[in-house]
């Protein structure tokens, strides 16, 4: 995460010094501070509140992402503890009745390491789910807005610098949370593929019964889901990019007939 706390200092720099650099009277225009005694204070309380809600925004995403990193770093210690069950019982056993009991015993275990995956997956999701629909539904509204100004913005200017800075930061935390959400698909998905590789079948009825449970338990892999709506995955991260894509596009296209429409009229 060090290239999104760079960005993010990058980013507040910009916003809070292009004024200076460009000479604006304040980062956000206010007519009646722009000259006069109050100028410089409320300059300095400007880039105060810039800075101060750039780094909260930054701390409630690294805390939601870190969460839902926790499901998938689970899913991925239950694969290797799935795959490595002959290993891993070899160790403790002493004769082969023992090995039978160890082995059902451990995968009892690795059954209730799952079911509580699962809980931890919905409350998860219960607990980000208004967080996860609104940061996809704004960061959307985000990039098409700063790819509208980038538009109409002189290129290789420091606005322009500015504005594409943010839209950089907007669309790499967008791909965070669809990145650590696709983590958790995929690593759910694995479930199965670390039951059938496992030597299953040099085992008793018992423990291959224990190993089908959970591998139809496992066969709907888990999501992280926005409103029960917006799923984390790497699919929501193409499915917004062609979104945004598309509006640019038709908002070019409406730009140009009304431009062709206007031309007319005034020369008449």
């Known amino acids: ?35 006069g ?17 750039a780094f909260i925004n930054m701390s409630l995403d690294l805390l ?25 019982i070899k160790r403790r056993s002493q004769s082969c009745n023992d ?10 275990n690795c059954c209730q390491h799952y079911v509580d995956i699962e809980k931890y ?10 967080h996860i629909f609104a940061n996809i539904g704004g960061y959307v509204i985000a990039l098409f807005n700063s790819a509208l100004q980038l538009m109409e913005l002189t290129p290789f200017s420091l606005q322009a610098l500015g504005i594409f800075t943010y839209a950089v930061m907007v669309l790499f935390q967008s791909a965070a949370y669809c990145w650590f959400g696709n983590e958790v698909y995929i690593e759910s998905m694995e479930i199965n593929n670390s039951c059938y590789n496992s030597e299953w079948y040099n085992h008793g009825q018992d423990v291959r019964r224990t190993m089908l449970i959970l591998t139809e338990r496992a066969k709907k892999p888990f999501e992280i889901k926005g409103c029960r709506y917006v799923v984390l995955s790497f699919d929501t991260l193409i499915a917004n990019a062609n979104h945004r894509n598309v509006n640019i596009i038709t ?6 007939v009304l431009n062709g429409i206007s031309l007319p009229l005034k020369m008449m």
Not at 38 to 50: D, K, L, Q, R, T
Not at 64 to 88: E, F, P, T
């Open 37 to 53: 005694l109050f100028h410089y204070p409320f300059y300095i309380f400007e880039v105060s509140a810039i800075s101060i809600s």
């Open 99 to 108: 090995v039978e009991n160890l082995t059902l015993i451990y995968l009892n």
């Open 64 to 88: 939601a992402l870190g969460i839902i990193y926790i499901a998938a770093i689970q899913l991925s210690i239950l694969n290797k503890k799935l795959q490595d069950i002959d290993k891993n």
């Open 251 to 256: 908002y070019e296209q409406g730009t140009n």
């Open 121 to 130: 997956i919905y409350l998860t999701t219960e607990l980000l789910s208004i």
């Open 1 to 35: 995460m060090s290239f999104y706390e760079i960005g993010l200092l990058g980013c507040v720099f910009l916003y809070s010094f292009i004024p200076i650099l460009e000479h604006k009277s304040l980062p956000s225009d206010f007519p009646f501070f722009n000259e």
